[in-house]
Each structure stands twice: as C-alpha cells, then as structure tokens.
C-alpha cells in the first residue's frame, strides 16, 4: 500500500485532535508541530504539498531590510531573529549569502545614510551575520564586473540567508516530520465543507480526492485554516468570522543562466522603486520581482512583468547580448498574501508597497477554529509554534509540549552519515559536473534518511547513477522518493520535491534520455500514463 493510500485510511477511520486545511508553509509547520508535541493530526492540501505560493518565492529567508525605511524596527527585529534561528536550526539548508547592492545616482536616500541604515539592520540582528560593507563604483568593477555602475553612487554590501534548495522541498521536509510522527497529510484531496456540533464539540469535514474521485468526511476536535490565499474562502465555507483578510501581490521571477560567478546576491532597485535582485539558484540565476495588485488566483505572467524584468536586469548589467525570452529557462509567479483589518479602507497605489508580510492569527474560541493570515517563510518558526500554544489554552491534546519539532539532527548523526560516506567512497562517484560533493548534497535533501540512501548505494553502486543528466538527482533519491515523498503526479517531484524544473528547460527535461527510467522508478506500470499527463498540461 503507497503512504498516500495509508493515509487516506487514517482520514477515514478517526477523530482527529486538529484537522488542518493547507499543505503550505504555515499547514507544515502547524502539523509538525503539533504532530511533534503528540496531538493526532490530519492535514489536507487541495493540489500538491507547497504547490501555491510556497513554491513561488524568492528563496530567501531575510530580516525584512525594506522595512527600516517604513521605521517597522520591531517587525525586523522579529523577523531577524527568525531568520537567525532558521540559520542554527537548518545550518545545511538556511546558509547565509551577502547582498551586493549597488544604488542609483537619483535614489531617495544617500549611500552613506543606506549604509547607517545596514548598520542598524546588522544590529537589530543581534550582529549574527558578517557586518555591512561600503562599496565604491570602483570596487564593485573590481569584485562583480558585470554590474553597470555609471549611473550608481556605489553601493553596499550585507548579509541575509538563502534555501540552497528551493522552497517547496523546504516546506515538505516539515510535512515530512509530521507524518514521521503520525500525521495523516494527503495532497490532492479538497476541503469542501464543514460544521461544527456545539455539543460533541467535533468539527465534521467533507473533502473530495482528486485522484480517485470520491468524497469522504474527516472528523476533529479542532481546525486550523491554514490555506493561505484561500484562508478568506475557507472562513466562507466554514462560516467563521474574522475581523483580518487578506488583499494580494504578484510576484513574478524568471530564471536564466548563471550571471554571476559569485555566490551572492546582486540587488538593485528596480524602476519601481522596489528592491530587484540575481539569486543564484544552483547552475542557474533567479531574476526578479514584480509587485502587481492582483484579486483573482491563480495570477500568471504576464508579457508585461516579463518585460519588466529583461528590462531592469539589462539596465543595470553589463552583459554583452541583452537578456531576451528566449533566455528564460522557466518562470515563478506566486501571491503574497499580505493582511489588512476588514475595517480598513482600500490600501490604494499609494501604500500598496509598504505593506509588510507579518501574519496574525485569530482564534474563534468556541469552535476552537484557527485562522493563520499572511505569512512568510522567515517567520514559519514562530508559527508552528503560536498554533501549538493557542490549541494547548483550547484544551486540544498537546501530550508534550517540550518537544522540540524542528531542526537537523544532532552533530553525532551527521559525523556518523559522513564517516559512512566516506568509508564506501560516496564523494569520487560525485558527477563532474556537480558544484558539491554527492555526500553533502544528500545530507542537506534527506537528513538522517540519508542513511537509508547511503545502505541502497552500499548494495548496489549503480543506485549512485545520475538518472536525468544536468539535474543532479540520483538512483536511490527517486527510489526513496517513490516510497517516501508522496509523489503523485510527475510534477510533484520536478518542480517540488527537486528544482529539476526550475533549472533545467521544458524541453531539455523531455528530451532527457533518463526521464523514462525516473518516471518507472515513480510511477512504475503507471510511468507511461504520467509522462503523457506531464507533458500534456
């Protein structure tokens, strides 16, 4: 039986302590969390596990430097201090990365003044990063070539962190670790309706699963609408009121070959006025972005933000041929669900970029329903961590709430994975054109489950195969993700369980001579079927 037939027949066979709406980033860590702590929990995403707006960012996780010009110092020294814990908790995964930002002659502020004001940022994050570092136009030619600085004052640099992976395999590892503690998580599977029996004090859900085409009901003591942009719709559904929604910004990246031979981040401020950014990403560069009011989902590219974009990086790079559509490899368009009072009046034009991505939480306490708006992945910590703490004052069962749900494994575990790599000789089967070694990149995707990867490779060394060339996957990576990563569709593991699909192009994927052999390993009699429903969409 797969992991997903297992849990559907959890879905359907008890009452749950929490049932939460949302596989995105604030689902995850809400169900880890709770899962961790010992609640019974059943989690439920409409499409695949991070497949809205966790899969569409920026990946970065940063302490909110935008937010100085707007005088938010408590929002950022927040923000700081969650970006800090996700360096020490996820040190393989959260690195820190400088900023190199360079600022145009007619920018509302000085260089010397930004530069105080990185100083300040350094600070309120407890100088846990490198210090700030004023840039001269000589220096940036010197150090990044590439960027134009006839029409700069210069610049500064700082530091942030990044995913060295993406963002949506991020948020799986959470809903990982939840099921690893008991949590029923099923993608494809929507939450249709629900009602709330005062007296027995269960919230009963009808959900409908896509893939095979039935309803069922879910029985709980408790929810938590964790559904993002579609946290406002959810309420509707479920009758609850709140007095926060949500009102939307699309943001658009694209990716292109690699810009820069540095690993850092190249900022600039866009015509807009906003800030602008190259992020590496693995072989490839990530450009961007956009801030669009939008009111309808899903929101898409547009030939205007493409534009947009190739017109801000080729201003403000030297790169011998501009930068055109033919050089997007692929694109990232998400929402960004920021959080205004109902009581508000429209944010308008005017304020529309100032307004922060902080969440708020509201708790309907006799239902005992939970609504989590906005949001960002910086902040996913303290989250999962207020949704335990407002459901333990319900009175949901929260058995250990010391547990810690969060985090690698101890040094102890990663010395013995590696000490085990190196006895069988894992780094020389590292393919060449690889920018790590083999051990450190299956370390950071699988933690201890590495181990089990690293025993498949033991007994048999052809699992250690690239399958898709250029894309850095391996053999045993799709075994254990066929078994273990929910994979339900073809696009699960390309563009969310891996990045394949971000760096490498739509045809060069289906050109791939190994795609066949990864979609039986997935898929098995089925393969065929998956392929042509992939590439069909």
């Known amino acids: 039986m797969s992991l997903r037939e297992s849990n559907l027949n959890k879905l359907k066979s008890q009452i749950f302590d929490v049932l939460v709406v949302g596989g995105g980033i604030n689902g995850a860590v809400s169900a880890a969390a709770l899962a961790a702590k010992g609640s019974s929990v059943a989690l439920l995403e409409k499409k695949d596990f991070a497949s809205f707006t966790s899969q569409e960012s920026s990946n970065l996780a940063w302490g909110g430097i935008k937010y100085m010009e707007s005088y938010e110092f408590g929002l950022v020294w927040k923000l700081c201090g969650s970006r800090n814990r996700l360096i020490r908790a996820f040190p393989a995964q959260v690195k820190e990365i400088r900023f190199f930002t360079t600022l145009p002659k007619k920018f509302r502020k000085s260089r010397l003044l930004v530069f105080l004001g990185a100083w300040l940022y350094w600070a309120l994050g407890r100088f846990f990063t490198r210090s700030p570092r004023l840039l001269s136009r000589q220096r940036i030619n010197r150090e990044e070539p590439i960027v134009a600085t006839d029409e700069t004052q210069g610049g500064l640099e700082y530091s942030d962190s990044y995913l060295i992976d993406n963002d949506a395999r991020f948020v799986f590892k959470f809903i990982r670790k939840a099921m690893d503690y008991g949590c029923a998580a099923v993608n494809y599977t929507e939450f249709i309706e629900a009602s709330h029996d005062p007296e027995k004090g269960v919230w009963t859900a009808r959900v409908a699963d896509h893939i095979h085409g039935h309803q069922f009901t879910i029985r709980a003591r408790s929810m938590v609408n964790a559904a993002g942009p579609f946290v406002d719709q959810i309420n509707g559904q479920t009758k609850v009121a709140t007095e926060h929604q949500h009102v939307f910004s699309k943001g658009v990246h694209l990716i292109v070959r690699a810009l820069s031979k540095v690993r850092r981040v190249l900022t600039f401020i ?159 089967l590292t393919d060449a054109s690889s920018s790590e070694p083999l051990s450190v990149r299956l370390w950071r995707r699988y933690e201890m489950r590495a181990l089990e990867l690293l025993e498949d490779i033991r007994q048999d060394i052809r699992m250690a195969d690239l399958v898709i060339e250029n894309a850095e996957y391996i053999r045993a990576e799709l075994h254990y993700a066929a078994k273990s990563e929910m994979i339900t569709k073809l696009e699960d593991f390309l563009r969310r369980r891996s990045k394949i699909a971000l760096v490498v192009s739509r045809n060069a994927i289906k050109e791939a001579p190994g795609l066949r052999d990864a979609c039986r390993i997935l898929f098995q009699d089925r393969a065929d079927e998956k392929y042509r429903e992939y590439f069909s969409d």
């Not at 011998?320 to 109902?342: F, H, M, Q, S, Y």
């Not at 989250?383 to 949901?396: A, F, S």
């Open 270 to 428: 866009a015509s807009d006025g906003r800030m602008f950014f190259v992020i590496p990403m693995g072989p490839r560069s990530c450009i961007g972005t956009t801030d669009t009011r939008v009111t309808e989902l899903p929101a898409r590219v547009s030939a205007e933000d493409r534009q947009f974009i190739l017109d801000n990086i080729n201003e403000r790079l030297r790169l011998g041929e501009p930068l055109t559509e033919g050089d997007i490899i692929a694109e990232r368009c998400g929402v960004r669900p920021l959080v205004i009072k109902k009581s508000s009046t429209d944010t308008g034009d005017t304020d529309w970029v100032n307004l922060s991505r902080k969440h708020a939480i509201e708790v309907d306490k006799e239902k005992r329903y939970i609504s989590i708006f906005g949001g960002k992945l910086t902040d996913c910590i303290n989250v999962g961590e207020e949704v335990v703490e407002l459901l333990d004052k319900l009175n949901i069962n929260v058995p250990s709430p010391k547990n810690l749900w969060y985090g690698e494994p101890d040094e102890a575990v990663r010395r013995e994975f590696h000490q085990q790599a190196r006895l069988i000789g894992l780094d020389e």
